[in-house]
């Protein structure tokens, strides 16, 4: 193999790589998500907040008796502080509820 070949073979291979460890930093793509690896944070602060998490659209509906209300996609959740659901592709954990504001966790499957 000449060394011109195994360069361009490196480069691809290398491109590769890094397409793939830029992965995990495109899986959201709101200004309030955090993601590492497969699982993305965000804070949800005020009623009609909006995240989109893998692809997904999630917004904020707001709480009522310590229950936070969630749409996804056109369909609506419910849970508390500390509960985890399945919404469409995603599985959500509420990390915090508080009247005004939601914190959770999501993750695909």
């Not at 985890?84 to 592709?89: E, F, K, Q, T, V």
Request: hydrophobic content about 35%; overall charge negative; aromatic content about 4%.
């Amino acid at each position: 193999m000449s060394n011109t070949h195994r360069r361009a073979t490196r480069t691809v291979v290398g491109a590769a790589a890094g397409l793939l460890a830029l992965l995990p930093l495109t899986a959201c793509s709101s200004q309030n998500v955090s993601c590492s690896g497969q699982q993305c944070t965000a804070t949800l602060s005020g009623s009609g907040a909006e995240a989109s998490f893998f692809g997904t659209d999630l917004a904020f509906a707001g709480t009522k008796d310590g229950r936070a209300t969630i749409s996804v996609g056109n369909a609506s959740y419910s849970c508390a502080q500390g509960e985890s659901l399945s919404a469409g592709p995603l599985s959500i954990t509420c990390t915090t509820v508080t009247d005004d504001s939601l914190e959770i966790t999501a993750a695909l499957g």
